[in-house]
Each structure stands twice: as C-alpha cells, then as structure tokens.
C-alpha cells in the first residue's frame, strides 16, 4: 500500500523555466512533508519541508506548496537549472512516528 | 546539516558470504538510526528502525536473521547481510534522527552492495 505517490516518474523541463514536481497522499495523519533530492548512488538530501498547520514555503528557488483537503503537495523550482537534474523524493511522517515514508520518486532532467 | 557516513561506498563479495555496513553520525549523537534499500527506479524502503542499546525494529517482510543490525554507540549501527545472495545486491542507505519537534533525519550517502 502505497501511502505516498508520486504519479510522474519523470519530467523534463527546459533551463530557466518552472519546474513543478507533484506528491499524492492517502494517510490523513500525515503531519510533516519533506522533499529530498537524490543523485545516482548517493544518499538523499534534505531539501524543503512543510508542517501541516502551513501551506507554502518557500526557501531560494525551491517552493513547497500543501493542500491538506486534497493530500496533494508540489515542489515548484524555478528557475530550473541544469544542476537540478536528479530524481527527487517527497516523504511524509506523523508526529508520533519518526518512520519517513516516500514516495516512488520523480527524475528531474533539466535541458539546455 | 549534520553530517553521516558509511563504510564501505561500494562493496562485492560472492554468495554465501557475510558483509558490515557502517553508519556513523560524525558530529552529533543519534539514538536513532534507520536503515533503508533501494531497489533500482524504486523509492526508499524502510527496512528497520535501529535504537541504541536495543534491539532493532524491523518492518514487515523484512528477515531479522538475515540482516543484522546493531546499535553499538550513539554514533554507531552497523548492518551486516548474512549469507548474502544475488537477490540482496541494493543500494543501502542509512539515515540518523536529530532530536527535535519533527525529528529531522540526516541520510548517508549509501552502499552499493552487489553479489556475485
């Protein structure tokens, strides 16, 4: 049982535009959402979170955006760089676990 | 961030044989680590739940006898596949919790185990 989804395993967006990377949940005990951003053979790393009680944050380039009603959050990157090619995780936990659980990830490719 | 490691990146051993894995928090204490495997173009799977002092939480379906996981130190788990086979050889990742209201967890950077 998939508890997160990320339906697109795949996007391509050109240098300098918006980049919008979506994220389906179905468990409403979800309190916190992550984003993480991974690179062949490497660990994932921390990107952006959201606590449930908000619905946008923004940090640089990389903003999150959460609808609770509809379990749906994005990752909005813009502009897009090439550098932001990678496949790229969103995760949720509850307040009483510290379990993340991820999503089935999206690659990123951003071209020339 | 804090900063995790493990040890070895990349392993190869044949089948039948038994293979660590390190997982070291380097500047801060962890009384929590996770293990996680990734299979190609899948996500992340929690295999368990490593505690300190005690016995690991293992997620369903996952074999406790066949991945050992000890939690020697506040900055130490270690996996060890036993008996390794071809089907085992994974991407293992490592992450350790940092206390804090949402528990923010910090991953290595992975073990590419592969078995001949």
């Known amino acids: 049982d998939q508890q997160v989804k990320q339906n697109s395993p795949s996007l391509s967006v050109q240098e300098g535009r918006i980049s919008i990377l979506n994220c389906d949940y179905t468990n409403s005990m979800f309190d916190y959402f992550l984003w993480y951003k991974k690179y062949p053979a490497e660990g994932p790393t921390f990107l952006i979170s959201i606590s449930s009680i908000k619905d946008k944050n923004e940090d640089g380039r990389f903003t999150v955006f959460l609808n609770k009603s509809a379990k749906h959050l994005s990752l909005h990157i813009v502009p897009s760089q090439p550098g932001d090619s990678a496949v790229y995780f969103c995760a949720a936990l509850t307040g009483t676990a510290s379990k993340l659980t991820f999503g089935t990830g999206t690659r990123l490719q951003v071209t020339l | ?116």
């Open chain 2, 1 to 116: 961030g804090a900063v995790v490691s493990q040890h070895p990146s990349w392993v190869i051993c044949k089948s039948g044989t038994s293979v660590k894995i390190e997982c070291r928090s380097l500047d801060f204490q962890a009384t929590t680590m996770f293990w996680y495997r990734q299979f190609p173009k899948q996500s992340l799977m929690l295999m368990a739940t490593s505690n300190e002092g005690s016995k690991a939480t293992y997620e369903q379906g996952v074999e406790k006898d066949k991945f050992l996981i000890n939690h020697a130190s506040l900055t130490l788990s270690t996996l060890t596949v036993t008996s390794a086979h071809p089907e085992d050889s994974s991407f293992y990742i490592c992450s350790a919790r940092v206390a804090g209201p949402y528990n923010e967890q910090f991953f290595g950077p992975g073990t590419r185990l592969t078995v001949l």
